[in-house]
C-alpha cells in the first residue's frame, strides 16, 4: 500500500476522528466508534477509498 493521504488530510482525519469518538464517549453512543475509521487512515496513512476515486493527498504523488 502505497500512502495516499498528505500531511493535512492526516491532521484532519485525526482531529475528526477523536471528535467523533469524544462524541460518542460523552453521549454513551456507540456510534462514536465510527470515529476509529479516520483515526486508523490517519495512522496508516492510506484510504482505500482514495484508491478507485484516484485521490491522492500527499505531497509527492509517487508516494514516496
Do not use: Q
Not at 485525526?14 to 466508534?33: D, E, Q, R, V
Not at 465510527?34 to 505531497?59: D, Q
Amino acid at each position: 500500500m502505497k500512502p495516499n493521504i498528505g500531511i493535512s488530510d492526516r491532521a484532519i482525519r485525526l482531529f475528526i476522528g477523536l471528535t467523533i469518538l469524544g462524541l460518542g464517549i460523552a453521549l454513551n453512543s456507540p456510534w462514536g466508534m465510527i470515529g476509529v475509521i479516520p483515526i486508523i487512515t490517519a495512522g496508516i496513512g492510506f484510504c482505500p477509498l482514495y484508491c478507485p476515486l484516484k485521490i491522492n493527498t500527499t505531497e509527492n504523488p509517487n508516494g514516496h
